[in-house]
């Protein structure tokens, strides 16, 4: 899979984001992206094939496998990566329409890719989105396979099993700590989201107040 586009993206949001936002770009990209690319993939690349149980029936493993992961984790962690990341074209396309205009029209902003006006609520939006997808994962995540942790054994009576049968599943404390570092990460992306949101917020109701205030004693 190829994530020359989301990298590119991350690189072009990056130049209208606060300090804040900065920093969840870097987090993306060096603890979230590239860890899934250098690392996290080649832990989950061969989970079905190395998934055992301790009888050889025909279909027995398939159905627990399917079972215990309808999803398999990197998949889903991949799709949230994707999904987290898509609202800040929101951001890319508005700053796209606004210079297009600056260059076929009159000048209309001084600074087109500055935050202010509707920018600012594209902006805004775009990091609610963020972090409501974010949650959303955490959720899926948490019931889909009931709870952040990956057992070494699970049982398994379904057809076309013989009866109740051991299950393994392969590497599973190495998959269980690249699973807690997900959920870490997507809390801190989660937290600089809201921190971001909170400080827009402040500043530009703050810069609003100022304006009436000296409209009042002018």
Not at 40 to 52: L, M, T, V, Y
Request: net charge positive; hydrophobic share 45%; with cysteine.
């Amino acid at each position: 899979m190829s994530w020359a586009f989301l990298r590119d993206l991350l690189s072009g949001v990056n130049k209208y984001s606060t300090g804040i936002g900065r920093i969840w770009v870097a987090v993306v990209f060096m603890f979230r992206l590239l860890v899934y690319v250098a690392a996290a993939e080649n832990i989950w690349k061969h989970e079905h094939d190395e998934f055992e149980c301790n009888v050889k029936q025909p279909g027995c493993e398939n159905v627990c496998f399917d079972h215990f992961f309808p999803v398999s984790h990197i998949r889903l962690w991949a799709l949230q990566l994707i999904m987290v990341s898509t609202p800040s074209l929101l951001v890319v396309f508005h700053v796209a329409y606004r210079e297009n205009r600056e260059r076929h029209n009159q000048k209309l902003y001084k600074t087109p890719g500055k935050i202010d006006g509707g920018l600012l609520c594209t902006y805004l939006i775009s990091l609610i989105l963020k972090t409501g997808l974010e949650i959303v994962f955490l959720v899926l995540f948490y019931k889909l396979y009931n709870g952040f942790k990956i057992p070494h054994l699970v049982k398994c009576d379904i057809k076309p099993c013989p009866n109740t049968v051991d299950c393994y599943i392969s590497k599973p404390t190495e998959k269980m700590i690249f699973l807690y570092f997900l959920v870490a990460t997507s809390c801190l992306c989660i937290v600089l989201n809201l921190s971001e949101l909170s400080y827009l917020i402040f500043k530009y109701s703050v810069k609003c107040y100022l304006k009436r205030h000296v409209k009042k004693q002018q």
